[in-house]
T-cell receptor, first 112, second 112 residues
Framework: QKEVEQDPGPLSVPEGAIVSLNCTYS??????FMWYRQYSRKGPELLMY????GNKEDGRFTAQVDKSSKYISLFIRDSQPSDSATYLC????????????FGKGTHLIIQP | AAGVIQSPRHLIKEKRETATLKCYPI?????VYWYQQGPGQDPQFLIS???????DKGSIPDRFSAQQFSDYHSELNMSSLELGDSALYFC???????????FGPGTRLTVL
């Protein structure tokens, strides 16, 4: 079993809908949580970065972390066709220049 | 804003050849990370450097080596290439082991 589980999708929603993307993890040492957006054959782009449990909002994006449930979410409001991409959750325990542990990524399609 | 620069962007090699990938971090970033992403896979952490010293090691094959130079750029050296080494190789950088890692556009390596 992977340390980080993420439904690969595809997830298809109409333009303007609220999108919910989720990951679960098994390693309780993870403390820092990130969401990356990756377009086909491009580098991952950092969207959100959170530490420990709680919510963080940035424009149309909201990240939630529930460490007690080992569950993280990314919400996208007013979704646009340009949001169509693969969304990767990533996490790290901290303490050094550690590598990120990624989920498999969810392929999101926003239908115009 | 300046981003991570990787070169070359595309590389084609034969089996058993060697390859060198280069990474130039965002200005003032002193930490570099290397990741390998196979087709349809999430990025897998290979190795990281902080202030020119190896910091963390992931699933990097013994055939691969890397280093970080005095100007903070990094090179990933890959020898005895195998067909399975065909992948996207990403470099990411961060400032003083902050956990926000910013990714470059990647080098697509094809081994024939």
């Amino acid at each position: 079993q992977k340390e980080v589980e993420q439904d690969p999708g595809p997830l298809s929603v109409p333009e303007g809908a609220i999108v919910s993307l989720n990951c679960t993890y098994s390693n309780s040492a993870f403390q820092y949580f990130m969401w990356y957006r990756q377009y086909s054959r491009k580098g991952p782009e950092l969207l959100m970065y959170t530490y420990s449990s709680g919510n963080k909002e940035d424009g149309r994006f909201t990240a939630q972390v529930d460490k007690s449930s080992k569950y993280i979410s990314l919400f996208i409001r007013d979704s646009q066709p340009s949001d169509s991409a693969t969304y990767l959750c990533a996490m790290i325990s901290g303490g050094g220049a550690d590598g990120l542990t990624f989920g498999k990524g969810t392929h999101l399609i926003i239908q115009p | 804003a300046a981003g991570v620069i990787q070169s070359p962007r595309h590389l084609i090699k034969e089996k058993r050849e060697t390859a060198t990938l280069k990474c130039y971090p965002i200005p003032r970033h002193d930490t570099v990370y290397w990741y390998q992403q196979g087709p349809g896979q999430d990025p897998q952490f290979l190795i990281s450097f902080y202030e020119k010293m190896q910091s963390d090691k992931g699933s990097i094959p013994d055939r691969f080596s890397a280093q970080q130079f005095s100007d903070y750029h990094s090179e990933l050296n890959m020898s005895s290439l195998e067909l399975g080494d065909s992948a996207l190789y990403f470099c990411a950088s961060s400032f003083q082991i902050q956990y926000e890692q910013f990714f470059g556009p990647g080098t697509r390596l094809t081994v024939l």
